[in-house]
């Protein structure tokens, strides 16, 4: 298995972006949450989420390679099939990797509602602190507010897990919560 330190310096070579860093830490908290609430291994879950975007800087103009790079990378250093499946499961649009486990959809559900979290933390006063799971869901229906979070993906929260759109927002937002200081918010 490989551990979380590894994961970030892998994650470190990847990306140089430091916003771009952060939103993997965001992914990383809620999918550790989210192992919690499902009774996953935790620590698999937070490496999945901390490497599923590691190969963005590379591919963010070829879609069709994204996920494909990083799984090669972690392929190389003999990395876990379930996390690289994971990882490439996350783009299964493109890649033909239908998301089949909890672990799964459950990257596909919260990648983008991390970033919906992150664009209300921003403009609330006391940043991530006083965001709710009301404040979230006030701006969930505006399209134009985090225009890049697609609901649609947030929401098979339901149809995948099982689990209420509402509830699902306390979960990654209370996994985000506890990593408020490393997300700068």
Known sequence: MISQDEAVVILKENISNENLRKHHYAVAAAMRALAQEFGGDVDMWEVVGLLHDADYEET??????HALVIAG???ERGVSEDIVRAIKAHNYERLDVMPETEMEWSLVACDDLTGLIVAVALVHPTKLDGVSVES??????SKSFAAGADRDQIRLCEKKL???LEEFVGIVLEGMKEQSEQLGL
């Open 73 to 75: 990378q972690l392929e």
């Open 162 to 164: 099982d689990v209420p």
């Open 60 to 65: 963010r103009d070829d879609p069709e390679r």
């Open 136 to 141: 979230v869901m006030k701006k969930f229906d």
